[in-house]
């Protein structure tokens, strides 16, 4: 198999996101994926069989689980079949267990075209305040926990309790305030699927970006991941849809035996 590793949301190598991409001809069991993936080691490894002119099925597994969206690794893919593999039509069409996604290169950046996954407003979990050390300004829930807090300096220096977010009934954690130089910065921990915080987490922007579109009063946002590697985010809130934007850059190509 042939394999590639690329930083996504990154103009250069070692910033960003590290995705593993594994195009196949067909499916292997999803034993093999994953085991792939826990070597492979990185926060997602993403798959993808082609199945028609332009169009692709896609999957993607942490070292510890399959996940149903995930989007710095699709960004990835479509850097590969762009990049490495000749693609050329304007449009990827990559078919998941969330639907249908699409990736189109504009200049310098891919925009991945995802549903909106708006967060519905809950009251704060219990235990939540004891594992980020601070009580919420809101808190919401559509696949992963959004929460948000007073500022950006309190989301840079959260030091948060992984083992008290492993056992919330989510996949992940989000993390966000108003920024100081963007729109909104995030972070992201999802220690329930082997990611304790992942460096940049297009899927989470899904929740994060129709939530300030409503609360900025603005469709187009300008985010930051504010992770060690960190990665800035083109956000458009497209009501059913967002679009989110970025460049990605290979750091590695080779072959794997298995």
Not at 93 to 102: A, E, I, N, T
Not at 178 to 187: A, W
Request: charged share 25%; proline share 7%.
């Amino acid at each position: 198999m042939n394999i590639y590793q690329v930083d996504a949301f990154a103009e250069n190598v070692f910033a960003g996101n590290p995705a593993s991409v594994i195009p196949l001809d067909t499916w292997p069991d999803a034993e093999k994926m994953q085991n792939i993936a826990t070597e492979n080691n990185v926060s997602e490894t993403a798959f993808f069989v082609k199945t028609g002119n332009g169009t692709f099925d896609i999957r993607w597994f942490t070292p510890e689980t399959e996940v149903n969206l995930c989007g710095h690794a699709t960004l990835a893919a479509a850097h590969v079949l762009y990049n490495h593999l000749g693609f050329e039509k304007d449009k990827i069409r990559f078919s998941s267990k969330s639907g249908d996604l699409f990736v189109e290169k504009k200049d310098d950046l891919y925009w991945l075209d995802f549903p909106a996954q708006p967060p519905e407003p809950i009251s704060i979990p219990k235990l939540l305040p004891e594992a980020i050390g601070v009580i919420p300004k809101y808190t919401g829930v559509n696949t992963d926990l959004l929460v948000e807090v007073e500022n950006e300096d309190i989301v840079r220096s959260l030091k948060p309790d992984l083992l008290i977010l492993k056992k919330m009934e989510v996949r992940g954690v989000i993390i966000t305030a108003r920024g100081n130089d963007f729109d909104f910065v995030s972070r992201f921990f999802a220690p329930k699927v082997g990611v304790p915080e992942d460096p940049v987490t297009g899927s989470a922007h899904t929740v994060l970006t129709p939530y300030w579109a409503k609360k900025l009063g603005k469709s187009d946002l300008n985010a930051y991941q504010v992770s060690k590697r960190g990665g800035r985010l083109r956000c458009k809130n497209r009501g059913d849809r967002v679009k989110i934007g970025g460049p990605a850059t290979t750091y590695l190509t080779g072959s794997i035996t298995v």
